[in-house]
């Protein structure tokens, strides 16, 4: 079977999901996430099991393990480790999908996904600032999700059958990232959208994300690092970097305040083969209570530009070692447009204090912080600069993120730089523009990634796009970050002959004789009238 298969298989999978949810009645429904994500990762845990059963020992068919006597089936799932989840097999999808004739089939669904939760609270539970595990399934997902009880028996039955009769070849588990960040991205479409309430998600692009990760990491080969992102969303920034350096060569820490966003980059650790790093998603207010006060080695956010925290603001303040985390200033409370509060200025801190001594940064900024002469933001690209730590700025095109018209750029930073050299990138000009979902977005192709990702690896000066200057450049140019502010000023030359030189000269004091002269007309037309009116 092909890749393309497999992303066929899964996506009609959820798909079919969905239409059962639809045709019940739960299309849009606030929980519609929840019964789709969480289906589809019964499933997704159920196959990974029996594929790693099998691995083990290849006679280990369903059949089989129902055949095993209790100690070995136990043996068998200590034998399996952290690779599978812990599934009892009262709780496997085909002996659920045997019992689905008796009577409130949706109270043992749920119990099904109770069961599983509880066997594997301390792999996947996720934790929030205030020490509360949240976990791995809701404990009445049919029950809590579907208010017409007429309808979750029927719904229960369906989603069992559709989970049952649907085969994902055992391969399917052997595929790398690409497949399934494709199958997450695909998943959560519907999802990830304003769904955060004054803390939207902001989902990052796979494209944008996988430039970040390629820039950040560059040619190094890092090993035993901890990847950090304070405002993860449903965690793409994460996957790529850690995809990027190896899954098995680093360790993903997270912190996010929305509980749906948590939820998904839980699942999508568990697609990714970052099963190991679940324990290390915190649920809450990164900024309030951060929760990983260790140094980090690499860091990636798309933070909230704007919002309203003015109900917190101060604070803020009293954090501890608040002056030193917020060294250029919190943003103050406007008397108007509470919402427009510049939050990002918060988060690029509070990454700045995070990083290790070698550690390196790449943060989605407004394209605006680049060139702000006053407050904030220029207050923290002086401190980047000064303490040689600016590394390389690529400014995006206009709508690259659909979600949002705000102008975005990239800022990467290193707190071991060894150079005052730093590359400025203008990527603006790039990418095609396509509507979507009636938004206008523009779309970056595999030639604009390799040329914007190889242009600031190789750290090329290619004219009009990418420039190269130093710290004291900068800072002449008043800390400005913008690449258009250092490009050259082309002046191009002409050599004229003599006769040529004059023809051009009598041709300008023709031109100017003559404006001269409509503009003695022009004085006389105008005294004229004053006359008229007699305004001498």
């Known amino acids: 079977m092909e890749n393309i298969n497999y992303v066929e298989t899964v996506e009609n999978l959820v798909d079919s999901i969905k239409g059962i949810l639809t045709s019940a009645g739960l299309g849009g429904e606030a929980g519609e996430y929840k019964l789709v994500t969480q289906s589809f990762l019964y499933k997704f845990l159920n196959d990974k099991f029996l594929y790693e059963a099998k691995k083990y020992d290849n006679q280990n068919d369903y059949q089989h393990l129902m055949e095993l006597n209790d100690e070995d089936y136990e043996i068998l799932q200590m034998s399996l480790g952290t690779d599978s989840a812990e599934i009892e097999r ?57 208010q017409d009880t007429s309808q979750r028996d029927h719904v229960a039955r369906e989603l069992i059958k559709l989970l049952a009769s649907t085969k994902f070849d055992n391969s399917i588990f052997e595929e790398g990232f690409d497949f399934f960040s494709t199958i997450f991205e695909y998943m959560i479409q519907d999802y990830n959208k304003n769904g955060g309430g004054n803390y939207a998600e902001y989902y990052t692009p796979r494209t944008i994300a996988k430039i970040i990760a390629d820039i950040l990491i560059g040619k190094g080969n890092p090993e035993n690092v901890k990847v950090y992102d304070p405002a993860a969303g449903s965690g793409t920034l994460l996957m790529n970097v850690a995809n990027r350096i190896g899954v098995d060569k680093c360790t993903v820490y997270s912190q996010d305040i929305s509980q749906k966003s948590s939820n998904l980059l839980r699942l999508n650790l568990i697609l990714n083969n970052l099963s190991h790093s679940i324990h290390n998603i915190v649920q809450g207010n990164t900024i309030l209570n951060n929760k990983h006060p260790e140094k980090m080695d690499y860091i990636v956010s798309n933070p909230p530009f704007k919002l309203d925290f003015s109900d917190w603001r101060d604070q803020v303040e009293s954090i501890p070692n608040s002056s030193e985390i917020y060294f250029a200033g919190i943003p103050n409370i406007p008397k108007k447009k509470k919402n427009s509060m510049a939050i990002y200025e918060l988060f690029i801190q509070h990454i700045i204090h995070s990083l290790s001594d070698n550690g390196k940064a790449g943060v989605v900024v407004p394209t605006g912080f680049l060139t702000a002469q006053s407050g904030i933001d220029k207050k923290i690209r002086k401190y980047l600069v000064d303490k040689k730590m600016i590394d390389a700025v690529v400014s995006m095109p206009s709508n690259v993120f659909a979600n949002t ?53 190789d750290r090329k000066d290619v004219q009009d796009f990418s420039i190269i200057v130093s710290l004291k450049n900068i800072k002449d140019k008043n800390y400005s970050f913008s690449a258009g502010q250092y490009f050259p000023v082309k002046i191009e030359y002409v050599k004229l002959t003599q006769d040529e030189f004059k023809g051009k000269m009598n041709k300008y004091r023709a031109k100017l004789i003559e404006l001269f002269n409509n503009s003695e007309e022009l004085d006389n037309k105008i005294k004229q009238d004053f006359d008229r009116f007699n305004l001498k």
Do not use: C, M, P
């Open 90 to 146: 009262k709780d496997l999808i085909e002996t659920i999908y045997n019992k689905q004739n008796v009577d409130n089939f949706s109270e043992l669904f749920d119990s099904t996904l109770n069961d599983i939760a509880l066997d594997n609270n301390d792999l996947f539970s996720v934790e929030t600032a205030g020490n509360t595990q949240v976990r791995l399934f809701d404990a009445h997902l049919i029950a809590d999700n579907i």
């Open 405 to 457: 018209g705000t102008n975005v750029s990239v800022i990467f930073f290193d707190k071991n730089k060894q150079d005052d050299q730093v590359q400025l990138i203008d990527a603006s000009k790039l990418g095609a523009k396509v509507k979507e979902n009636g938004l206008q977005r523009t779309v970056l192709s595999q030639d604009d990634i390799e040329k914007i990702v190889n242009t600031a690896v």
